[in-house]
């Protein structure tokens, strides 16, 4: 089945970057839109970021992130980014990784996550 793996979270500071990635295995990954949501303490799921099928896959993004994030792509090494600048408390979450567009994004299979801490 589905198994994505999310990585290149920590805890930074107000301001700093990070730049979290997710490896797809287990299905074709250039076939599916791609999305980033995520979970801050005591908060629901949050659809952070998708990007479409293909080189040409058009981002989408948040108003909590827009303008601070880029989420990518590289199909050949079945692999998604996100890029995160000028990061703020609010950023605070558990980021996940899933398999499709926004629409079905929280409910879509996801990693395990990684903890992003922003202090």
């Known amino acids: 089945h589905v198994q994505l793996v999310e990585s290149g979270g920590g805890s930074v500071q107000a301001g700093d970057s990070l730049r979290l990635s997710c490896e797809a295995s287990?299905?074709?990954?250039?076939?599916?839109?791609m999305s980033w949501i995520r979970q801050a303490p005591g908060k629901e799921l949050e659809w952070v970021a998708s990007?479409?099928?293909?080189?040409?896959?058009?981002?989408t993004y948040a108003d909590s992130v827009k303008g601070r994030s880029t989420i990518s792509r590289d199909d050949r090494a079945s692999m998604l980014y996100l890029q995160m600048n000028r990061l703020k408390s609010d950023d605070t979450a558990i980021y996940y990784c899933?398999?499709?567009?926004?629409?079905?994004?929280?409910?879509?299979?996801r990693g395990q996550g990684t903890q992003v801490t922003v202090s």
């Open positions: 899933a398999r499709g567009p926004r629409d079905s994004a929280l409910t879509s299979p």
């Open positions: 990007i479409g099928r293909g080189f040409a896959g058009s981002p």
């Open positions: 287990r299905f074709t990954m250039h076939l599916y839109s």
